[in-house]
């Protein structure tokens, strides 16, 4: 996965980020972690626990980005899923990024991607798996940037 130029982030995140200051990824250096059977395990456990928990709730007349709960859409999901493998797993957040990709109508979609000296894996609220990202038939757009300046995403090519 390829990141390009340094892009404004989503301003439903900045929100989210001021509601729940320990998800900001600001001060964490960009580090894949290390990718072992067990932390594979863990990433499916709360892919699946999560995508199983959160009924689906469209949210596209207002923009509004939140650790899902019972209801949420993608993005929820993805934070839910951040906030799991941080606080529950002990996942460095500098290995964890929320995304933002297209879908095959071009409809806009968000996910975890995990990036890890195996490669990069996405935990998607759209599947029970946890696969490489290069195998998903979504067009990236961009991702957050663990540590950079002035809380920018970077695009992804």
């Known amino acids: 996965m390829s990141a390009g130029d340094y892009v404004a982030a989503p301003a439903a995140w900045f929100a989210l980020l001021r509601q729940f200051p320990e998800l900001d990824p600001a001060g964490a250096p960009f580090t894949p972690a290390r990718l072992t059977v067990g932390r594979a395990a863990q990433l499916i456990k709360v892919n699946k626990e999560i995508n199983a928990a959160i009924r689906y709730r469209d949210d596209?007349?207002?923009?509004?980005?939140?650790?899902?709960?019972?209801?949420?859409d993608c993005e929820d999901f993805a934070i839910r899923k951040l906030q799991e493998l941080t606080r529950g797993f002990d996942f460095p957040r500098g290995a964890l990024t929320l995304?933002?990709?297209?879908?095959?109508?071009g409809r806009g979609h968000a996910v975890l991607l995990v990036h890890s000296d195996k490669g990069v894996y996405v935990l998607d609220n759209l599947t029970p798996r946890v696969l490489?990202?290069?195998?998903?038939?979504?067009?990236?757009?961009?991702?957050?940037?663990?540590?950079s300046p002035f809380r920018l995403w970077r695009a992804l090519a």
């Not at 596209?60 to 949420?72: L, M, N, P, R, T």
């Not at 995304?99 to 109508?105: H, K, S």
């Open 99 to 105: 995304a933002a990709c297209r879908l095959d109508r």
């Open 132 to 147: 490489p990202w290069r195998k998903l038939p979504y067009r990236w757009v961009a991702r957050e940037e663990p540590g």
């Open 60 to 72: 596209a007349d207002k923009d509004f980005w939140e650790v899902g709960g019972s209801e949420g």
